[in-house]
């Protein structure tokens, strides 16, 4: 269902802070992802698992 994929799309950019919340009037949370989690996650979605190189 594409409403469902954009909703969950919107919600993912809403928690990684990417998008100000222009339509509330409350003040905008602090982002639960960073930028990095953001990028692993978006790579997996896509079938690519980076390896973890510490």
């Known amino acids: 269902?594409?409403?469902?994929?954009?909703?969950?799309?919107?919600?993912?950019?809403?928690?990684?802070?990417?998008?100000?919340?222009?339509?509330?009037?409350?003040e905008m949370p602090k982002p639960t992802e960073t930028a990095e989690d953001l990028i692993i996650r978006l790579l997996e979605h896509v079938g690519y698992y980076p390896c973890n190189h510490e």
Do not use: S
């Open 1 to 26: 269902n594409i409403t469902e994929t954009i909703h969950i799309e919107l919600d993912t950019i809403l928690r990684a802070g990417l998008k100000p919340y222009h339509y509330k009037k409350e």
